[in-house]
């Protein structure tokens, strides 16, 4: 799941600009490239992690969608509340929930 540290960092470097896409009449267009980076950036990660390549294909593609999924929902719900969170907290939060609990998360 690390594989979100660096789409984080660069949301909150560049946080103005996000918002202002994502509040714009290019909204759909920002949100499909978003989702497009999101799951180059999941599948990068899979196929670096050991973990992973035991998975079965139908597995790998379930948990490409879910992280994928994850990732985009935390990016739009820190839009749309307008960047008044920290951002990078949560996602070590999130983390750290995962590690922990991953037999019993979902």
Not at 1 to 29: G, N, R, W
């Amino acid at each position: 799941m690390t594989c979100l540290s660096p789409l984080v960092e660069e949301f909150i470097k560049h946080k103005k600009a996000f918002q202002h896409l994502y509040s714009s009449t290019q909204k759909d267009e920002f949100i499909t490239y978003m989702n497009h980076v999101a799951l180059h950036i999941v599948k990068m990660f899979m196929k670096q992690s050991s973990h992973y390549v035991t998975r079965s294909n139908e597995e790998k593609e379930t948990l490409t969608h879910f992280y994928k999924c994850l990732m985009i929902g935390i990016l739009i719900d820190w839009l749309e509340c307008q960047g008044d969170y920290d951002l990078k907290l949560f996602v070590e939060k999130i983390y750290h929930l995962i590690d922990n609990s991953s037999q019993t998360l979902l």
